[in-house]
């Protein structure tokens, strides 16, 4: 009867870990789609202030510079916007740029290096669990079977020395046997 539950576990565990692997891909597929969004948002955002900028000969940095060299704190605020709006802009990109450019490999840390909580729980908000048939989600589920099936290994080892581990039954009389064995043994 152990066996068979035994069995079941461990093909559950496999599977289950094949499945949530292939989330994965998923995940940071709709994660990219959702940056790509937000990049495409703040690009617009930058493309108005360098127009704002031009109208008087200025690039950027020189414009949003004014606004953080005036003394009235409105102008200030607004150039410190400005600002975080043009880092927020570069961080993105090169968010995006790095996720575009990885390997199926070395994706998973790309995505971990680079990524954006705003925009992660603005995707996992939107997720839904699905199956990809592509060889990226493919890795990803052999990954999860076998760590799946470790998984499963090391709870069911774990469980089995806790629960079936067995104590030595009248351990001083065997230690009393022991020595008066040793005893017998010895000429002197």
Excluded at 73 to 83: A, K, N, P, R, Y
Aim: charged share 20%; hydrophobic share 45%.
């Amino acid at each position: 009867m152990w066996k068979l539950v035994a069995k079941t576990f461990d093909r559950v565990f496999a599977v289950g870990g094949a499945f949530l692997f292939c989330q994965i891909p998923l995940l940071m597929h709709q994660y990219t789609v959702m940056l790509s969004g937000h990049l495409a948002e703040s690009r617009r955002q930058i493309n108005m202030l360098q127009h704002a900028a031009s109208l008087t000969n200025k690039t950027l940095q020189e414009y949003i510079a004014k606004f953080l060299g005036q003394q009235d704190l409105d102008f200030v605020h607004q150039g410190e916007i400005m600002q975080s709006m043009q880092t927020r802009y570069v961080e993105l990109n090169e968010s995006y740029t790095a996720l575009q450019h990885s390997t199926v490999w070395t994706k998973p840390f790309i995505f971990i290096k680079h990524i954006d909580s705003a925009v992660f729980w603005d995707s996992l908000e939107g997720f839904a669990p699905g199956l990809s048939l592509t060889l990226e989600s493919l890795a990803y589920a052999l990954i999860g079977l076998v760590v799946g099936v470790v998984i499963y290994r090391v709870l069911s080892a774990t469980v089995k020395v806790l629960l079936f581990r067995k104590e030595p039954k009248n351990l001083d009389r065997q230690l009393d046997r022991h020595k008066l064995g040793l005893q017998r043994r010895l000429p002197f």
